[in-house]
């Protein structure tokens, strides 16, 4: 097995990413460096949420990153893909 790599924030807006979702429940969707709360329109920073983000996810709706607990890191998650027997 490789070794794992970790997603800083300033690798979250380059890497597709369509929207976060952190600890405490909230969801964002991500417009560049900008976070925008799904539920009040508030908009803060990625710096400023990058340690409560639990997971990552794409335009296709596939995580692409997460965290186990607010103290891990967040690791990129690598799929296996299936293979035809």
């Not at 070794?3 to 979250?12: N, P």
């Not at 952190?22 to 969707?29: S, V």
């Not at 709360?37 to 920073?45: F, H, L, P, Q, S």
């Not at 990552?56 to 186990?68: G, M, N, P, T």
């Amino acid at each position: 097995m490789g070794e794992a790599k970790r997603l800083s924030y300033y690798d979250i807006p380059p890497s597709n990413a369509q929207s976060v979702k952190t600890f405490d429940g909230k969801t964002y969707k991500l417009k560049g460096a900008v976070a925008i709360d799904n539920k009040t329109g508030n908009i803060e920073r990625i710096a400023e949420i990058y340690y409560r983000i639990r997971s990552v996810v794409d335009e296709s709706q596939k995580i692409i990153a997460k965290r186990k607990t607010q103290e891990d890191e967040l690791m990129v998650v690598y799929r296996k893909r299936k293979t035809m027997n």
